[in-house]
């Protein structure tokens, strides 16, 4: 009995080293996704092999989604603040050559008509730098510091637009930018699709760097329009190549988890050997 | 001191700033028949379809009355003071309270030999423009009305201008004309809300909004016959009601009428946005008793009612109308019924006098 304690004895630390090895190994893959240690204004872009522009595509439930939250947008207009819609979800994804911003949010009725004298429609608009180094004001951006807007409204038209301030939106001559939307369940859902990479006036998507977003949406049975409508923050596309990427984080992880590791064994030997155990 | 007693003092005309000339209109209710010439020459030339078929940018509405569109008194807009730091919040009136772009059956009727009625084909109309035309108010035989014919007054302190988020209306700075640029407008509709003679219209079709230009175009002898013209209201006008010109052009009969004899009054001056259209108020007989004869001092149209639609200044404006009428009576001059007479057409329309600015 004693011989074979004896002999087993170092067998089973051993495993259980090994087993304690494994678990950190696991662990530092797993637990960051676990724990989210996405930044708070960070939208993460997923990878889509293919095509996203249909808002109810299946490459769309592998894209994590952010949910934001919307307040009424500082505006002198009737009513600015009386706004109906709270949050919305955004999903961002992209296959190479094209990048896909998807917006849902809650909206009982789809109003797609403007053509009664007190009817206005649904729509939803994506905002982003016109320069993706610099945040603009989140209103509509500034004279020197303008934003593209991405703008879908539901009468079925689809605009982009540049804006230096509240109540300068200019319409580009032919839009870049397509959407498509289906309401279902009592859910806008509205997909937008440009090329990643352009320039000019228009904000570069093609992953050089991370770059600023916000959305607004409009109800358009509660007549919003204009100014008076929700609006998110600002948030981050997390396109660029950055610090914080997945492979660096688990490299310092397992790093981490294995100098843990190796303390607590080296502590557990020195303690063992100060008793004289295992002499 | 009242701003009327500064104004009877001081005959200093309030021009919208940057504005260089304001053009201005003065419409003579006394002469107003009903017969929608106006309102037909206006909508002939700048209304026809396309989304517009409901829009009436001229049009006569029988007073007292709901008028076009339906109780757009009522309908919020405008200033909260003669400050205009604040507007009054205003509603889009619904469909039906403009009502009348209805599909009738003409060509049955005039090519098809149909013994049908013209009337609305498809629908049970309840409501359109001068859909009350004459009913008035008052008891026989003291029953009264008159026509008020209405287009945008061109404020020089336009609450349409200041609704707009995009700045898409403005006030044009040669004259004063307040126009949509429709580059700009992207159908909000708050200027709509924010006029409160509801004068500003939504194009579903086009998705922007229209208004009253003014005729500008004309006034700029810019039509076929390169030669300068009064708007279309005016000069289609069978009794020449409407005097057309510019309110700071001091020897013309718009600034004696408004200025010097305060006898053109704007409409609901409450509103604040201080129009450039202006009414000579309708001039009544006294009513008459059972047996049909006159009781003196007691008009037909009640002044109550007058001062509702042009103010207290309405009074001063009757006083001196009926003093001049005295004085012509006992054979004095007056230049003011003079003015009022049309005696000198070439005053009517003076639309070239700033041209060598």
Known sequence: ?279 | MSTDDAQSEDTHIDIADGVDHQVAMVMDLNKCIGCQTCTVACKTLWTEGGGRDYMYWNNVETKPGDGYPKDWEDSGGGWQSDEHSEREPGEIPAKERYGGDWEFNHSEIMYDGSDEPLRPQNVDPEWGPNWDEDEGAGEYPNSYYFYLPRICNHCTHPSCVEACPRQALYKREEDGIVLVDQERCRGYRYCVEGCPYKKVYYNAAKKKSEKCIFCYPRIEGEGPDDEVHATACAEECPPQLRLVGYLDDEDGPIYKLVEEYEVALPLHPEFETVPNVYYIPPYAPPQHSEDGESIQGVDRIPREYLEELFGDRVNQALDTIERHRDRTRRGEDSELMEILQDKNPAQQYRLEVFDDD
Request: glycine letters at 10%.
């Open chain 1, 1 to 279: 009995m004693t011989e074979g304690c004896e002999r087993t004895a170092p067998d089973r630390s051993w495993v259980g080293v090994a087993a304690l090895v494994v678990l950190a190994v696991v662990g530092a893959a797993v637990l960051p996704t676990l724990s989210s240690a996405r930044p708070a204004n960070e939208v993460p872009v997923g990878d889509v092999g293919a095509n996203a522009t249909d808002p109810t595509a299946e490459s769309w439930t592998a894209v994590p989604s952010v949910e934001l939250a919307l307040a009424s947008a500082p505006s002198g207009l009737p009513e600015a603040s009386n706004v109906s819609v709270r949050e919305a979800q955004v999903r961002t994804a992209t296959n190479g050559s094209h990048v896909f911003v998807r917006v849902s949010w809650p909206d009982a009725t789809a109003d797609r008509n403007a053509s009664g004298l007190r009817e206005f429609a649904d729509a939803v608009a994506v905002q982003l730098p016109e320069n993706e180094s610099a945040r603009p004001p989140i209103a509509m951006g500034g004279t020197s510091n303008r934003v593209n807007v991405w703008y879908w409204s539901g009468t079925g038209t689809t605009e982009e637009l540049l804006a230096g301030g509240a109540g300068t939106t200019t319409s580009f001559e032919r839009s870049a930018v397509d959407a498509q939307a289906v309401h279902e369940d009592g859910e806008w859902h509205v997909a937008f699709t440009r090329e990643a990479e352009m320039a000019g006036n228009r904000t570069d998507l093609s992953g050089e760097q991370d770059v600023d977003v916000a959305v607004a949406v409009w109800n358009g049975s509660y007549d919003e329009r204009a100014g008076r409508k929700s609006v998110s923050e600002w948030k981050y596309l997390a396109m660029g190549p950055g610090p914080q990427g997945p492979p660096y984080e688990t490299i310092l992880w397992t790093v981490a988890g294995l100098a843990i590791l190796f303390a607590t064994v080296v502590t557990i030997e020195g303690v063992r050997r100060t008793r004289g155990e295992a002499a």
